[in-house]
């Protein structure tokens, strides 16, 4: 239907995110989620949470998250801005520092909600082309520009850059906040964070949704300098001032409190990845040396495309993406041991 009201829409095109399939008997290896349960603590706080409590609003200021973390990462307090999700804290990000009238930059393949949050908030944008190994290319990132933002480790690529290519490109770029977007950062070889400490133009994204395990609780975090999250959090009180749930704070918290559970379950994610590299590349596929969870991986004969649908009729799903450049590639989330053994025996069959 043509309504009259219609002209006054905000149109734009939203990104499509991967699909949460209902049937329970899916190997689902396509949206990046760990498959190790959450800190036990977590599930305490859940079974123990007092529901009285839901009468109130939660803390705006979400201090309790905001300080844990914070010392967790050896940053002030007032260096850490909290949202509902990464995607939630990018959004705020997008929308607080990428107000001015030069385009912004970030590579042509990566994390596809850059684009769409330049679209909606009206940011003009250019992308940089990545390498044919992928690999992103630093002096794009040296013309005039509005603002930057850059995965690393990079989706869905898998590709970690080193601090000192961050380092050229904050120097380079004074009068632009650079957003470092670290969702898959505790599978590589490191943070920019040591950075902040000489660069006032850097923000660190961090989520809890791949190395945490909390995907479904939502919780992604920034770190920066004050007057940067202060002005975050004036954007945030404008639009919402209570976003994380009481249940997500104190969730959130009792996930950064656990070090240890958290050091082995990224270690045995790691441990998989590399040996199912290694197995993947005995029957043809190749692709980068991923720093993440995930694989991002092509077969020497067989295009993506086939397997992605061949692998879904046997209820193993993975991601697929129609974009030209990358159409022969499948993002592989690493999963289980049982899992990626299960999947090991699908793609032989497929690819024999
Ligand atoms: C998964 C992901 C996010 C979003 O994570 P949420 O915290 O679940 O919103 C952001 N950036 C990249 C590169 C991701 O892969």
């Given amino acids: 239907m043509q309504y009259k009201w219609m002209d006054n829409v905000r149109k734009v095109e939203p990104y499509v995110a991967g699909e949460q399939p209902k049937n329970a008997d899916v190997i689902?290896?396509?949206?990046?989620?760990?498959?190790?349960?959450?800190?036990?603590?977590v599930r305490s706080i859940i079974n123990g949470m007092d529901t009285d409590i839901l009468r109130k609003y939660p803390d705006p200021t979400i201090s309790d998250l905001v300080n844990a973390l914070a010392d967790y990462h050896g940053v002030g307090h007032d260096q850490v801005f909290a949202g509902v999700g990464s995607d939630d804290v990018l959004s705020v990000a997008f929308l607080t520092f990428f107000a001015g009238d030069k385009p912004i930059i970030f590579p042509d393949i990566t994390y596809a909600f850059y684009p769409v949050w330049a679209d909606v908030y009206r940011i003009p944008y250019g992308t940089a082309p990545v390498g044919a190994d992928f690999r992103i290319n630093a002096a794009d990132y040296m013309?005039?520009?509005?603002?930057?933002?850059?995965?690393?480790?990079?989706?869905?690529?898998?590709i970690w850059e080193a601090v000192?290519?961050?380092?050229?490109?904050?120097?380079?770029?004074p009068s632009s906040m650079v957003i470092v977007d670290e969702a898959y950062v505790d599978f590589s070889n490191g943070?920019?964070?040591?950075?902040?400490?000489?660069?006032?133009?850097l923000?660190?994204?961090r989520t809890y949704s791949k190395s945490r395990s909390m995907a479904g609780m939502r919780i992604g975090y920034a770190i920066g300098r004050p007057e940067a999250i202060a002005a975050m959090n004036d954007i945030k009180q404008s639009i919402n001032?209570?976003?994380?749930?009481?249940?997500?704070?104190?969730?959130?918290?009792?996930?950064?409190n656990d070090e240890k559970y958290f050091a082995l379950s990224c270690a045995k994610v790691v441990a998989t990845r590399d040996k199912?590299?290694?197995v993947l590349r005995s029957i043809g596929f190749s692709g980068p040396k991923s720093q993440t969870n995930f694989l991002f991986f092509r077969h020497e004969r067989v295009g993506g495309n086939e397997i992605f649908k061949r692998l879904r009729e046997q209820n193993i799903f993975v991601r697929h993406f129609s974009k030209p450049a990358i159409d022969?590639?499948?993002r592989i989330t690493i999963g289980t041991d049982e899992e990626m053994e299960r999947l090991t025996q699908a793609l032989k069959d497929i690819v024999k």
């Avoid at 689902?28 to 603590?41: D, I, V």
């Avoid at 000192?164 to 120097?171: C, G, R």
């Avoid at 943070?191 to 133009?201: A, G, I, M």
Wanted: a negative charge.
């Fill in 191 to 201: 943070s920019v964070l040591p950075l902040l400490e000489k660069y006032d133009n």
């Fill in 203 to 205: 923000l660190i994204v």
């Fill in 276 to 278: 199912y590299d290694a």
């Fill in 328 to 330: 022969d590639y499948l």
């Fill in 164 to 173: 000192d290519f961050f380092e050229e490109i904050l120097k380079n770029n």
């Fill in 241 to 256: 001032s209570y976003t994380l749930t009481q249940i997500a704070i104190a969730s959130g918290v009792a996930s950064v």
């Fill in 28 to 41: 689902k290896l396509n949206t990046n989620e760990n498959p190790y349960p959450p800190a036990p603590e």
């Fill in 143 to 158: 013309k005039e520009n509005g603002g930057i933002v850059i995965a690393n480790p990079n989706a869905p690529t898998s």
